[in-house]
Nanobody
Framework: QLQLVESGGGLVQPGGSLRLSCAAS????????ITWFRQAPGKEREGVTC????????DYAVAVKGRFTISRDNAKNTVYLQMNSLKPEDTAVYYC???????????????????WGQGTQVTVSS
């Protein structure tokens, strides 16, 4: 079965950290740029960050720049999202998505993605 599986979500206090993982099953991530999205209750899905297939290119939403870091380990077929200095407004379901791009990456929710994960809940609260 071809799928992406997110993990690592949970409850954390403001100022804390979490690391999310996005693992591919049934296919290799080598040919795919990966984007992390999030969706909070009552809000539209928004792009958070992305990384190119080689890992050489990344992009971040303004709201998370300087706090979140995306990385990938193609040998483990996994992409990571390190989230530091978390704020209550970071609370959302986080999704990863894969797009077969030869170079670069994108954080546009309306673009075409080949695979989506089911999401993992992140809650930032004291």
């Amino acid at each position: 079965q071809l799928q992406l599986v997110e993990s690592g979500g949970g409850l954390v206090q403001p100022g804390g950290s979490l690391r999310l993982s996005c693992a591919a099953s049934g296919f290799t991530l080598d040919y795919y740029a990966i984007t992390w999205f999030r969706q909070a209750p009552g809000k539209e899905r928004e792009g958070v960050t992305c990384i190119s297939r080689s890992g050489g290119s990344t992009d971040y939403a303004v709201a998370v720049k300087g706090r979140f870091t995306i990385s990938r380990d193609n040998a483990k077929n996994t992409v990571y999202l390190q989230m530091n200095s978390l704020k209550p407004e970071d609370t959302a379901v986080y999704y990863c998505a894969a797009a077969r791009l030869p170079f670069g990456c994108m954080i546009a929710p309306g673009a075409r993605y080949d695979y989506w994960g089911q999401g993992t809940q992140v809650t930032v609260s004291s």
